[in-house]
């Protein structure tokens, strides 16, 4: 005896109905549901009336990353620590410079650059307090200034941190 014979009609037209209308009614329910991951919560900072948005995980104001981490010199050193095997600047080589000429005659400079080369924050620490140790032996002293001229390289961020402690 088959399904057919036992239910009838009805049991094909029901099962029919039911799967076709399934899918069309969870469809039509979730559009205009925007799903979106909540990256921070609204927080009332006072002052001028405007908007502010804070961590998801701490509505509260964040005064320092971490214990002890008051100063950028003091973040660095144990951002070092923290992660010191763990790649940390990534710099590449020049391998040729190409000059091109766009459509309105404006020369754009194309340039080809080779693999990134990784430095771990512990080298990078060991780099910078070498450079330190440097400024030192030269004569520099704590109340005196600094001034760092370079392109953005991995060499200017290691002269920067060390102008920090320094100061």
Not at 14 to 19: D, E, H, K, R, Y
Not at 96 to 120: A, I, P
Request: aromatic share 12%; hydrophobic share 40%; net charge positive.
């Amino acid at each position: 005896m088959s399904i057919f014979e036992c239910f009838g009609i009805y049991w094909l037209v029901s099962s029919l109905v039911i799967a076709v209308s399934a899918p069309l009614l969870l469809t039509v329910n979730l559009i205009g549901r925007k799903m979106v991951k909540q990256r921070g919560v609204p927080a009332d900072v006072g002052g001028e009336p405007g908007f502010a948005i804070r961590n998801a995980r701490s509505a509260e104001l964040i005064q320092v990353p971490w214990e002890g981490a008051t100063t950028m010199a003091n973040l660095f050193g144990q951002s070092c620590k923290k992660h010191s095997s763990n790649k940390f600047l990534g710099t590449r080589k020049i391998i040729s410079r190409e000059f091109l000429v766009g459509s309105d005659g404006r020369e754009f400079e194309k340039l080809h650059l080779g693999k990134y080369e990784w430095e771990t924050y512990e080298q990078t620490l060991e780099r910078a307090c070498n450079f330190a140790s440097g400024l030192v032996r030269f004569g520099h002293q704590s109340d005196s200034r600094v001034t760092i001229f370079s392109d953005s390289r991995a060499e200017w961020l290691i002269a920067f941190q060390v102008a920090f402690p320094r100061r």
